[in-house]
């Protein structure tokens, strides 16, 4: 398996403007869970998923937010309108929920908001 | 509280054994994990250990658990420049990974 896939790798992009950030999970897994990491605040939760549907979004900052995961292999995470404060690296890891919950993590999205 | 916590950083001379440590806060936790990040990377397990063992090894790698005290370290022996990286702490609380804030550990040469 290749892993957690995600994509853009890198982002840049002009305050106001659209974002949107894609993962694919790794197959057979059937939790997916998004991370931003910056420096001052670390690692937070954003939101996750199991079987495709959202269970927990307290971890999303704010109604700029939003994120879908329309099947099993694919997910997104929006932000509209990006603000300066948004650049962070995102991440999104998948688990199996198999007892151990240990998750497996893509390279990250690196955003930056001009 | 409510946090994992651990010391954010850690200097350590290359050869030597490093060791990190973290409390965590939930006794009812099955699982705890210590991740690797490296450099412009995501976060990748190291290891883990099911919380009815007090020891895990695994080659380089020992981890401690102390249930009592909800203390976990992680023991690097021989430590090489290629361990350079910030290792998180967690442990699993319901659906969910709760992850410290990472200690960075750096190397002397």
């Known amino acids: 398996d290749a892993g957690v896939i995600q994509s853009p790798r890198h982002e840049v992009t002009e305050m106001g403007q659209e974002v949107t950030l894609r993962c694919k999970p790794i197959?057979?897994?059937?939790?997916l869970f998004w991370y931003r990491q910056t420096m001052m605040r670390g690692l937070e939760l954003l939101i996750y998923?199991?079987?495709?549907?959202?269970?927990?979004d307290s971890g999303m900052p704010e109604d700029r937010f939003s994120a879908k995961m329309p099947n099993a292999s694919f997910s997104t995470l929006k932000i509209q309108p990006s603000e300066p404060r948004d650049s962070a690296v995102y991440f999104c890891?998948?688990?199996?929920?198999?007892?151990?919950?240990?998750?497996?993590f893509g390279p990250g999205t690196r955003l930056l908001v001009l | 509280g409510e946090d994992v916590e651990q010391s954010l950083f850690l200097s350590v001379r290359e050869g030597d054994s490093s060791v990190i440590n973290c409390t965590y806060t939930?006794?009812?936790?099955?699982?705890l994990y210590w991740y690797k990040q490296e450099p412009g990377a995501g976060l990748q397990l190291l290891t883990y250990?099911?919380?009815?063992?007090d020891m895990k090894q695994d080659q380089r790698l020992t981890v401690l658990l102390n249930k009592k005290d909800k203390h976990l370290s992680l023991r690097i022996a021989d430590t090489q420049t290629g361990d350079s990286a910030i290792y998180f702490c967690?442990?699993?609380?319901?659906?969910?990974?709760?992850f410290g804030k990472g200690t960075r550990l750096h190397i002397l040469p």
């Open positions: 890891a998948s688990g199996g929920g198999g007892g151990d919950e240990t998750q497996y």
């Open positions: 197959s057979g897994h059937d939790y």
């Open positions: 998923f199991n079987n495709n549907v959202p269970i927990d």
């Open positions: 939930d006794s009812s936790s099955t699982y």
């Open positions: 250990i099911f919380s009815n063992m």
């Open positions: 967690a442990e699993n609380r319901d659906d969910k990974i709760i």
